[in-house]
């Protein structure tokens, strides 16, 4: 794999097409990448001791690594 976790990445494919950012992890055997700011989620999280009142957690979700391609630093 060309792409490492730290590089600077730029969205090639699907809703966030044309984003830059950061990659925050990389998984070889999936093929996959999370790219910081890219493919938002909201997970709705059940109330608990720590998080009393419950709601909703954004978080950024894997894509494909053929949706992006490293920029030049």
């Given amino acids: 794999m ?12 699907g809703d966030d097409k044309g984003k830059v950012g950061k990659v925050l992890a990389v998984y070889p055997k999936k093929s996959m990448v999370v790219v910081e700011g890219c493919k938002i989620v ?7 001791d ?3 009142k419950g ?19």
């Avoid at 957690?57 to 920029?71: A, F, G, Q, T």
Wanted: charged share 35%.
């Fill in 2 to 13: 060309q792409i490492k976790k730290g590089d600077l990445v730029k969205v090639i494919a």
């Fill in 42 to 48: 909201k997970k709705s999280m059940k109330p608990t």
């Fill in 50 to 52: 720590d998080n009393p």
């Fill in 55 to 73: 709601g909703y957690l954004s978080k950024e979700m894997p894509m494909h690594i053929s949706n992006v391609k490293k920029e030049e630093e």
